[in-house]
């Protein structure tokens, strides 16, 4: 009997996880931080700096912080009712957004609204970071290890299905309604996605309790940071490639822009291009997780530096808008890859009680290295699109280098951790 409650327990959090996921995905397609956001600031009167800060604030906003909450989570036996409240405060600042566009973006100066804009994007990110850690603990907690990967290549599957449908939405929006209401509008559809997707985040059963790490005091757990990284050599093996990879995604705030700019095309384009990124991670989802599951999470990393590498190269040689296209196939590879991996692979590396330190600390060492897009903005400014993707594809390719040669599979090495979900144990 219990076997069969903790089956429908299974099913049930995997449905429900994979709602989330899917939903939230599709609000995210209204404001896409490849596509619309940026043409959003440049359509405000924002510089390239301005542009180039897009990925840097949500990159470091969303990954610095998530260490200063991770402790707090080690104590929590149980994390749903916690992971609610934290998850419904993540959404708000959209809603904000909203807001500001329809009522203040037209009334200020440029730099008033690029800069108010920015404050509360960043917030968004903050917010998402203080959520992070509770939520994948929780995924990792209701979701045995053979199955993760194919957990996260449907929830991106699913997302990118209904993302085709968001980018159709943006292309008509942005077509036939006036800035800046055009841009609220977006807004307002991503926060309605949102919270559908926070409904579902109510039908997770947490059934068992976690185990709570040794108490530590504050001073002496920061302290035992440090040691981590310099005794794990393949976690520091693997924040190496993770360091450059972020890097290097520098060049992703540029993509859309560059494409408008250099086609002399309308703003209606970043729906297009939002289309063929969800078509893309459709595509590349329907076997991703699967191989995640098959073959580990380290091979998927090794494709999503290669695949980076290939967004800059078509970026810097595309002739044509369409060929261009390619650019926007290749990214949307990366980051479902990275989706699916950067993180699964990082839990199978420590002990179940370790997992939100472990996940904290990865998003903490390498964040820093998103500060390469600020570096981004200037040379863009002074030498152009094309520097920034020849840089950028460079680290790009270091990464995959790195990957292949310095990090070991973790499912080869008998002395990690490899944790399975105590969930839905019969005994």
Not at 267 to 277: L, Y
Not at 302 to 315: N, P, W
Request: aromatic share 12%; proline share 4%; hydrophobic share 55%.
């Amino acid at each position: 009997m219990k076997e069969w409650v903790g089956q429908e327990a299974l099913r049930q959090n995997l449905v429900a996880n994979v709602l989330d996921g899917s939903l939230f995905a599709f609000g995210m397609s209204f404001v896409s931080l490849q596509t619309v956001l940026p043409v959003f600031v440049k359509r405000m009167g924002g510089s390239s700096f301005a542009v180039a800060l897009i990925p840097v604030l949500w990159t470091a906003g969303f990954n610095f912080p998530q260490i200063l909450i991770a402790k707090y989570v080690q104590r929590f036996q149980r994390k749903k009712s916690l992971f609610l409240k934290t998850s419904f405060l993540q959404r708000l600042p959209w809603f904000f957004l909203a807001l500001l566009t329809f009522l203040v973006i037209d009334r200020v100066d440029a730099a008033v609204g690029v800069v108010s804009f920015l404050s509360l994007f960043t917030l968004a990110a903050v917010v998402g970071s203080i959520n992070f850690p509770i939520w994948f603990d929780l995924v990792a907690k209701l979701t045995p290890v053979e199955m993760r990967g194919r957990l996260f290549g449907a929830r991106n599957l699913l997302g990118g299905v209904l993302g085709v449908v968001g980018g159709w939405v943006v292309e008509r929006v942005l077509g036939a309604v006036g800035y800046p209401t055009s841009y609220g509008v977006l807004f307002l559809l991503a926060v309605c996605a949102m919270m559908l997707s926070y409904a579902s985040l109510t039908l997770l059963r947490e059934e068992s309790a976690s185990p709570v790490a040794e108490p530590k005091r504050v001073a002496e757990y920061y302290r035992s940071l440090p040691r981590i990284l310099k005794e794990q050599r393949n976690f520091r093996n693997f924040l190496v490639s993770d360091a450059l990879l972020i890097a290097a995604t520098m060049a992703g705030a540029f993509y859309a822009v560059h494409a408008i700019e250099k086609f002399s095309l309308s703003d209606a384009s970043a729906g297009t291009f939002t289309m063929v990124i969800m078509c893309s991670m459709i595509v590349g989802n329907l076997f991703f997780g699967w191989l995640a599951d098959h073959y580990g999470h380290k091979l998927n990393l090794v494709l999503s530096a290669v695949s980076a590498t290939i967004s800059c190269l078509a970026a810097l040689v595309a002739p044509t808008a369409t060929t261009y296209l390619l650019v926007f196939v290749a990214s949307a590879f990366q980051v479902g890859l990275s989706g699916i991996s950067r993180l699964s692979i990082v839990v199978e590396l420590c002990t179940e009680e370790e997992r939100p330190t472990y996940v904290a600390l990865t998003n903490m060492v390498t964040s820093p290295f998103v500060l390469f897009g600020v570096l981004a903005g200037g040379i863009a400014s002074a030498f152009g699109y094309d520097a920034v993707f020849v840089i950028a594809g460079v680290l790009a390719l270091a990464s995959a280098f790195w990957l292949t040669f310095k990090v070991e599979e973790p499912r080869t090495k008998t002395a990690v951790p490899f944790v399975q979900s105590a969930q839905y144990e019969s005994s």
